[in-house]
């Protein structure tokens, strides 16, 4: 009989709440506040703080903090609205830290 294989996920460090599909990462070459980060294009079982500007390394954004819809964890933050024209591709992503999620299902 053949093993149900499926999808790759991102689970919340703390509860191990699905967080993220690994299908949806654009990109591994962020930075977090804690290291490395992922952009993914979606996110689910989170809930967003409230909008607040930030300057980022890579300037004003937009942004609201990400936490885990079970636990409540900060696992990133989600771009709202980027004001360089170069950085617009990233408004509506969802930025996860690595140190904050786990990989499940691999």
């Not at 996110?43 to 980022?56: C, F, T």
């Amino acid at each position: 009989m053949a093993e149900v294989v499926g999808p790759r996920l991102y689970g919340c460090c703390n509860c191990r709440n699905h967080v993220a599909l690994h299908d949806d990462i654009i990109s591994k070459a962020f930075q977090g506040r804690n290291g490395r980060a992922f952009l993914f294009s979606h996110a689910m079982n989170v809930s967003m703080g409230p909008k607040e500007d930030r300057n980022l390394m890579t300037g004003l954004h937009t942004v609201a903090d990400v936490y885990c819809i079970d636990c409540r964890e900060v696992l990133g933050w989600k771009y709202e609205r980027a004001y360089e024209e170069s950085q617009k591709y990233k408004e509506g992503k969802f930025i996860l830290e690595k140190a904050k999620i786990v990989k499940e299902n691999w």
